[in-house]
């Protein structure tokens, strides 16, 4: 609803913003939360104070929408940003996109999956995959987008590490099977296909009253179940 939309802006305006870190394709002001990665490995970034209010309210928004059947364990927090055409390394399974604000055009596209936004939307998810080659397009006003991802690298945490990223809303459960089946104190692959996912959430969004065409690709505006 709006409502949620609107919350949703509110957070991100709480905090100071800094400029984006890839400077190459995408333009404006970002913010990345959560299990990423460096040269070295796993990079953790567990924000403080307004940034983790900003975090927890997000994470438990769209949990509320997609549940734990997604287990993401990172968040990058975009404002008034414009990416050009790009494909992002290391990313594993499906992506979240959400995309809140005031403004007009600014439409996401993902041309793999024929999807392109309509402009100006409030509180629209997308679900996406962000290893496909994507990009946003110019826009007027205030525009925030929020991407709802998990890195390879996130195989990497400790239990320390899922812990942190549990307190702040992350849906990641420990210890998970790696990908060879072995268990681990940390987190891997989660063990549900795309299309396995893709038809879970139709059949959720039909019982949940969530609206929106769900294969290949889905969107729907903010509209979260009350129970």
């Not at 990079?43 to 983790?52: E, G, L, N, T, V």
Request: hydrophobic share 35%.
């Amino acid at each position: 609803s709006r409502e949620e939309a609107d919350i949703v802006v509110t957070v991100l305006k709480s905090f100071r913003w800094q400029s984006q870190v890839r400077t190459a394709i995408i333009t404006g002001e970002g913010v990345c939360v959560g299990a990423t990665a460096s040269r070295e490995g796993l990079s953790m970034h567990i924000p403080q104070a307004a940034r983790r209010v900003a975090t927890i309210v997000i994470n438990t928004l769209l949990r509320r929408y997609v549940g734990d059947r997604f287990p993401w364990g990172a968040l990058q927090l975009n404002h008034n940003s414009v990416s050009s055409r790009h494909r992002d390394k290391g990313n594993e399974g499906l992506s979240f996109v959400l995309l809140v604000g005031s403004y007009t055009d600014g439409s996401f596209n993902c041309p793999h999956e024929n999807l392109r936004t309509p402009g100006g939307s409030h509180g629209l998810i997308v679900l996406t995959d962000g290893t496909q080659e994507h990009f946003s397009e110019p826009f007027q006003g205030d525009r925030y987008s929020i991407v709802a991802f998990r890195h390879t690298k996130l195989r990497q945490a400790t239990p320390r590490d899922v812990q942190q990223l549990v307190e702040l809303g992350f849906p990641l459960k420990s210890p998970f099977r790696s990908s060879s089946g072995a268990r681990t104190g940390s987190v891997s692959q989660a063990a549900v296909s795309t299309a396995g996912l893709r038809t879970q959430m139709c059949h959720d969004a039909m019982r949940t009253n969530i609206h929106g065409t769900m294969d290949p690709v889905s969107y729907t505006h903010l509209t979260l179940p009350t129970n």
